[in-house]
C-alpha cells in the first residue's frame, strides 16, 4: 500500500467513527427523551389536525431529503461520464447542499433530534467526499471518485447515516399518528 492509500484508509476509517459515534449519541438521546417525555397529544384531543398534517409533511420530505442525499443515491442521479474528480466533487456538494437548503424551513415542524440527526447527515456525507476527494490524483475522473465512494460504503456499510437517520424520522411521524 502507499502512502496516500493508508491516508484514505485512515480518514475513511475516522470518517465510519464520528458517523458511528453520532449516530450512537443521537440513538442514545433519543432514548432518554423517550423516557422522560410526556404522551404528546395528538390531532384528536387537541383539534390542531392542520399542525398535525405540517408536521408528518415534514417529516415525510425529510425522509424524501434523506433518501436523495444518501451517496449511492445521489451519486447514480448526478452522474456525469466525463468530469474530473474535482468537479465531481463539486457536484456531489453542490446538490446535496441544494437539497438541505431545499428544505431548511422544515425544522420547524419536526424535533430538534430530527433535524439534527438531518445536519449530521448532510454534514458526513459532504465530510466522505471531500476525504476520499482530496486523497485521488489530479488527473482522476469523476467515475474514479464515485467508484471509491461506493466501494467505501460497500465495505463500511455503518459510514453512512442514511438508514439510521431515516429510521429515526420514521419512527417520530409515527409518534405523531398514534
Known amino acids: ?55 408528518l409533511n415534514a417529516y415525510e420530505r425529510l425522509i424524501l431529503l434523506a433518501d436523495r442525499i444518501a451517496l449511492p443515491n445521489l451519486i447514480s442521479r448526478v452522474n456525469q461520464p466525463g468530469l474530473g474528480v474535482r468537479d465531481m466533487q463539486m ?39 471531500n476525504q476520499i476527494a482530496s486523497f485521488m490524483p489530479a488527473e482522476a475522473t469523476g467515475q474514479d471518485l464515485n467508484r471509491s465512494i461506493l466501494e467505501m460504503l460497500v465495505q463500511n456499510p455503518k459510514a453512512s447515516l442514511h438508514t439510521v437517520v431515516s429510521d429515526v424520522l420514521s419512527y417520530e411521524a409515527k409518534r405523531l399518528m398514534s
Open 1 to 55: 500500500m502507499s502512502i496516500g492509500t493508508n491516508e484514505l484508509i485512515i480518514s475513511i476509517v475516522i470518517a465510519v467513527l464520528i458517523g458511528g459515534t453520532l449516530a450512537f449519541l443521537f440513538w442514545r438521546q433519543r432514548q432518554a427523551v423517550k423516557k422522560v417525555a410526556p404522551a404528546q397529544p395528538t390531532a384528536a384531543n387537541t383539534g390542531k389536525e392542520g399542525t398535525l398534517q405540517l408536521q
Open 91 to 129: 457536484l456531489l456538494a453542490h446538490n446535496i447542499r441544494q437539497e438541505f437548503e431545499h428544505n431548511i424551513t422544515q425544522q420547524i415542524y419536526v424535533t430538534a433530534e430530527s433535524w439534527e440527526a438531518i445536519r449530521n447527515l448532510k454534514d458526513q456525507n459532504l465530510l466522505i467526499i
